[in-house]
């Protein structure tokens, strides 16, 4: 079963990296100090105290900066350049015990499935924001709930969080284009606005 904890936790630390960075290390942090879980590879380093500590300030931040509608679309495209680049060292660390070749093809994934689900939730908020501004802190909520309940979900029940990956990665898929499509139709339609309302 080392194999599965392992390749478990990769994937999950990896994709939940793109949803909430913050919130993923410092539950499995917490997870490995509390000895309810046994984090594969070097990922026990994030039961450090200030790592836990760092990542904990760093949420509370985060969940601010979430609740004001122009601040958070800021945010998500500064952390672009965090959380995917985390997401892929946090399932390499988790191959750390294996060949060189396995930990690349970690680090190759967990970097795909960060920028995947980071780009899911970038496109989800602006959509948000953009249609229902007072919406963006109840989606924030309800993502910071997503992201300890799937961190403490891949440490228990492995093969569960397995499949809901699978769905949810299906989902993103099938979701994102459409809301890609939804936002440049909105964009159009205030471009047309402006230009007609411009003096001839």
């Known amino acids: 079963m080392d194999w599965l904890i392992t390749l478990t936790t990769a994937l999950g630390a990896a994709w939940l990296s793109g949803i909430n960075l913050y919130a993923t290390v410092a539950t499995l942090g917490l997870l490995q100090r509390l000895g309810l879980a046994r984090l594969p590879g070097d990922l026990a380093v ?45 399932a390499a660390s988790a191959f750390a015990d294996f060949d060189p070749p396995v930990r690349v093809a970690a680090l190759l994934i967990g970097g795909g499935l960060a920028l995947g689900s980071h780009g899911g939730k970038a496109a989800t908020r602006v959509a948000v924001n953009t249609a229902a501004p007072g919406a963006g802190a109840v989606v924030s909520v309800i993502e910071d709930a997503a992201a300890v309940g799937s961190a403490a979900l891949m440490t228990f029940f492995p093969l569960s969080f397995l499949v809901l990956l699978v769905l949810a990665l299906i989902g993103t898929a099938w979701l994102v284009p459409k809301i890609v499509r939804v936002l440049r139709r909105m964009l159009a339609l205030l471009r047309g606005s402006a230009s007609s309302g411009k003096p001839a």
């Open 46 to 90: 994030l039961s450090h105290d200030w790592i836990i500590g760092l990542a904990a300030a760093l949420y509370v931040i985060e969940f601010v900066a979430d609740k004001i509608p122009v601040v958070d679309s800021a945010w998500d495209a500064i952390h672009t350049f965090i959380r995917v680049p985390a997401g892929a060292i946090l």
